[in-house]
């Protein structure tokens, strides 16, 4: 009986859902339930939303919004973009970014173009278990995407590129358990990914549980940082992250503003290919103890500055092997420099190797492909992390050949599928007028649509990346569809009103 009600508290939510639409040729006194009635601006829909609802916006240029109405686990309020030109270039009403996502949770934000806003282009504050996805931030005038308190923000298959004052994502404020991944960040002023436990601003001071994987993240650092830069970043887990040519820092284990270092963190295979003006690869300081590098290529370009550079107050602890080095590396953070069989002789590193040139470890490092090429020295090379680290960035599983590789890339003898980050796996579902339209497709993707009885009421494969369905004979309601695809399923509540 208890689950005969749950059911039917579900289901009725669900009926009660309402998707609005947003359209440059809409208006704001019309209904906003179809492309014909659509809203014209993205607030009024952010205004009525309630939990389960969806706003789908069309390509053209608007004014951001700011949303201060949650969802629930079941029911979260999703604003997608429906195209790839939907652009937000003027600040909201509200805040100086482009979205504001504020007191809010089980919030969705996807496939925007947030662009040369003041501030942030997606700004997340005291609000749980927002996704934020496939949106591209450009030329902001602070950050890409920031966040404070917002435990379990999911961050992933946005582009950052191009903040003008800081970083390309910035997780902040004592939030707990992100996930950060698959995002690209490159040409920030300052750090590619920042996390800041921020003691001064309240709460404990730490982020703890964070997981930071396959992102690719170049040429930040300009005005100093690192690629990814953990201030009190407790108890987490960074792997499979491409770091190259940034101008500061790899990746940064520290204490400034948090209450205490940023300890027992594992940083496991990730590929770090520092610029000639940089800093060191992995920089460990300020009590930061207990913390793992294992099956990482950590190499610098700078003249001095080398591998790996910790300081005593974080040595206890303190695991590092099976990684693949340059012959500088530091116990006193940085300010001197020993060898490899130096470093060695205090127990570190024993079954780590100097690194080979560039042209011989990678595909084809110039043109920024970091793959492993054939008979590279990183290939089996590594130690089993699989505990933590079940693949590769491009989600190739490990390992292939005889052990685990070093470095972000399980070397692979077949054709990899290259990812595509700024959209999503299946498609975008909207109705135009009497037909319901399916979008980004992959060919043979296989398209079915249920009413709330689970009756059938159309299947079909999909031929080309857009797909056209004309409803005859079904009454105007609620129907559930469902993509299934050999890239990611994915499925969803459409309405359908005539």
Request: proline share 2%; net charge negative.
């Amino acid at each position: 009986m208890k689950i005969y009600a749950m059911l039917f508290l579900v289901c009725c939510g669900a009926l009660f859902a309402t998707s609005y639409y947003v359209a440059p040729w809409g208006n704001d006194s019309y209904s906003g339930m179809s492309w014909d009635s659509a809203f014209v601006t993205l607030q009024h829909a952010a205004n009525i939303v309630d939990a389960g609802d969806s706003v789908f916006a069309a390509n053209g240029e608007y004014v951001g919004f700011d949303l201060r109405t949650g969802g629930t686990t079941s029911l979260p309020i999703v604003f997608e973009a429906v195209g790839d030109s939907v652009v937000i270039n003027v600040q909201n009403p509200v805040t100086t970014d482009g979205i504001n996502i504020e007191g809010a949770d089980w919030v969705v934000i996807d496939g925007f173009n947030l662009i040369d806003l003041p501030r942030a282009g997606i700004r997340v504050a005291l609000s749980q278990h927002v996704e934020v996805k496939n949106n591209f931030c450009d030329h902001n005038g602070r950050w890409g995407v920031f966040t404070g308190f917002a435990d379990y923000a999911y961050i992933h298959h946005n582009i950052c590129q191009y903040s003008q004052a800081e970083h390309g994502i910035y997780f902040s404020n004592s939030g707990d358990h992100p996930t950060i991944r698959y995002n690209i960040c490159h040409h920030n002023n300052a750090n590619g990914i920042h996390m800041n436990g921020d003691e001064s601003m309240g709460g404990d001071g730490l982020i703890t549980d964070a997981t930071v994987e396959c992102n690719i993240i170049y040429e930040n650092g300009a005005n100093g940082g690192s690629g990814i830069n953990c201030d009190g970043v407790a108890e987490s887990y960074i792997f499979n992250n491409l770091l190259f040519m940034n101008h500061a820092s790899g990746i940064s284990l520290y204490r400034i503003d948090a209450s205490a270092g940023s300890y027992n963190t594992r940083v496991y295979n990730n590929t770090i290919i520092n610029a000639a003006d940089a800093r060191w690869c992995v920089n460990i300081n300020a009590g930061s103890t207990d913390d793992t590098l294992y099956n990482n290529i950590l190499i610098n370009q700078h003249s001095w500055r080398g591998s790996i550079a910790i300081d005593q107050s974080s040595l206890s602890g303190f695991h590092s092997d099976y990684n693949v080095v340059v012959d500088r590396l530091s116990n006193d953070g940085g300010n001197t420099t020993m060898t490899l069989t130096e470093w060695q002789a205090l127990g570190y590193d024993l079954h780590s190797m100097l690194a080979d040139p560039l042209d011989s470890i990678f595909v084809n490092w110039l043109a920024g492909d970091y793959h492993l090429r054939d008979n590279s020295q990183a290939i089996d090379a590594g130690t089993d992390v699989s505990a933590i680290v079940q693949y590769d960035l491009d989600s190739i599983a490990r390992p292939q050949g005889n052990g685990f590789d070093i470095g972000s890339y399980e070397y692979y003898a077949g054709e990899v599928q290259e990812d595509e980050p700024h959209h999503t796996a299946c498609g975008h579902v909207f109705q135009h007028g009497n037909t319901i339209c399916f979008t980004s497709l992959h060919v043979g993707d296989i398209i079915s649509v249920y009413d709330i009885t689970g009756r059938n009421h159309f299947c079909a494969a999909a031929q080309s990346v857009f797909y056209e369905w004309t409803p005859l004979n079904i009454p105007s309601g609620i129907y559930f569809y469902d993509i299934e695809s050999d890239h990611v399923n994915q499925c969803g509540k459409l309405i359908f009103l005539k």
